[in-house]
């Protein structure tokens, strides 16, 4: 999962853009993304050249599928568990 605050609307579409590129938007600063090894790195090297360190945030909190069926949502309904959901991070 690749969470992100990002406080400038020209990075945060950057950012989101480049999200799109590797996953799909789970929620407005959340996707979820399916990457080997390699687009690990590809995915985060793109992000750190978009961001500003001193001003943005981005998280990448790997999943298991366990975790990913235990999913809650209070509020709006959320799309059903999809086993490729799952979040590979080697």
Same mark, same amino acid.
């Given at each position: 999962?690749?969470? /992100? @605050? &990002?406080? %400038?609307?020209?990075?945060?579409?950057?950012?989101?853009?480049?999200?799109?590129?590797?996953?799909?938007?789970?929620?407005?600063?959340?996707?979820?993304?399916?990457?080997?090894?390699?687009?690990?790195?590809?995915?985060?090297?793109?992000? /750190? @050249? &978009?961001? %500003?360190?001193?001003?943005?945030?981005?998280?990448?909190?790997?999943?298991?599928?366990?975790?990913?069926?235990?999913?809650?949502?209070?509020?709006?309904?959320?799309?059903?568990?999809?086993?490729?959901?799952?979040?590979?991070?080697?």
């Amino acid at each position: 999962m690749v969470c /992100y @605050d &990002i406080s %400038n609307p020209k990075r945060l579409r950057k950012v989101a853009r480049t999200c799109e590129d590797f996953g799909y938007r789970k929620q407005f600063s959340v996707f979820l993304v399916r990457v080997s090894p390699t687009d690990f790195v590809r995915l985060r090297s793109r992000l /750190y @050249d &978009i961001i %500003n360190l001193d001003e943005d945030q981005v998280l990448f909190i790997p999943l298991t599928e366990s975790a990913l069926q235990r999913t809650e949502a209070i509020g709006r309904p959320t799309d059903a568990y999809n086993k490729h959901d799952v979040v590979i991070i080697l």
